[in-house]
């Protein structure tokens, strides 16, 4: 069972944000044969999944009802999950491109993360897509889901763009980018190409721009009350054991108020190497090498809710680090 190539989609984004209407416009691109949705649906009634059958198109889909795919139903999506890789294998046909998970509104992507832990041997490439309604901002509605969706993902897709103005569209933008400068936004009125750039794959690497030296600009986003970004820049190489303990104990410390935190440090045993640590809320993926090459700065980038930078100066390390707020 070999699913190497397949892209796995966590689609996150409050309740009536435009994820069933993106994955409609993924699908009536001609994606369907390729694409496997799994929806889950809070309520008995599978609603999703019957406006998405319409638009199937040799699509193969699952339906998760009656819970929450991040709490109640983890090992319901695992099964899912299993088996429609192992039918496609028995059928003889070549893996998934991807499977798309289609989360409630209540879902947060660091929970589902954590029911995926137990497919890692399938070594699935995972992007987590969210919404992002430009008719109704989504964290003024529901800040603590919303933010934690927002955060976690690779790439916010505006939705219903179509219904507010130039400036409203234009201010959706400079929030998320706000929140989130290290995701990709897909700001696009086609609902076609809106859907292709969305589902895209993306390099989860930091990019330049974070790790560098410059801080984000007023201009360019607006700040949320709440969300904070900071960077903490090492000093001196910093030795493996005392990071990963370090990032530890400020996981600990900030518990569901750490959103986002990506990292580039060095190898175990005094290696040169640049290893990608990143996790969404307090879930760490698996350590990621990079080409040393590609970035000179070790840096560690963190998202956090309601939680001031002196805090996470106090988090108890051995790590030489300087401070700095990427929003001012």
């Given at each position: 069972m070999n699913a190497t190539s397949t892209q796995f989609v966590i689609?996150?984004?409050?309740?009536?944000?435009?994820?069933?209407?993106?994955?409609?416009?993924?699908?009536?691109?001609?994606?369907?044969?390729?694409?496997?949705?799994?929806?889950?649906?809070?309520?008995?009634?599978?609603i999703d999944g019957v406006i998405l059958s319409e638009s199937a198109r040799g699509m193969t889909m699952a339906t998760l009802s009656n819970g929450c795919v991040c709490c109640s139903l983890t090992n319901d999506l695992v099964t899912t999950v299993e088996e429609l890789v192992a039918v496609r294998a028995e059928a003889g046909q070549q893996p998934f491109e991807r499977i798309v998970l289609e989360c409630s509104g209540l879902s947060r992507p660091g929970a589902v993360m954590r029911s995926l832990e137990q497919l890692a041997e399938l070594r699935f490439r995972l992007h987590i897509v969210a919404t992002y309604d430009c008719s109704r901002?989504?964290?003024?509605?529901?800040?603590?889901?919303?933010s934690a969706q927002l955060t976690a993902a690779h790439t916010v897709v505006l939705t219903k763009i179509d219904l507010v103005s130039p400036e409203r569209r234009a201010q959706a933008r400079s929030v998320v980018a706000g929140i989130n400068p290290m995701a990709r936004i897909v700001d696009e009125f086609s609902p076609s190409i809106r859907a292709r750039e969305a589902f895209a794959e993306v390099d989860t690497s930091l990019s330049p721009r974070i790790v560098g030296s410059e801080r984000t600009h007023v201009g360019e986003t607006l700040l949320h009350p709440r969300v904070r970004v900071f960077r903490a820049r090492f000093t001196q190489k910093p030795n493996w054991e005392d990071v990963l303990e370090w990032l530890e104990n400020i996981a600990g410390m900030t518990g569901d108020r750490l959103l986002r935190m990506k990292a580039i440090v060095t190898g175990p045993h005094g290696s040169d190497d640049r290893i990608l640590l990143q996790s969404v809320g307090t879930t760490f993926a698996a350590p990621r090498r990079l080409e040393k090459t590609s970035f000179d700065d070790l840096a560690v980038v963190f998202i956090v809710r309601d939680c001031a930078m002196v805090e996470l100066q106090q988090a108890e390390g051995a790590c030489e680090v300087s401070w700095t707020a990427m929003q001012r």
């Open positions: 689609l996150a984004g409050i309740l009536g944000s435009g994820k069933t209407s993106l994955l409609e416009a993924l699908l009536d691109s001609g994606c369907g044969a390729s694409t496997a949705v799994i929806v889950n649906e809070v309520g008995a009634i599978n901002p989504p964290l003024d509605r529901d800040f603590d889901d919303a």
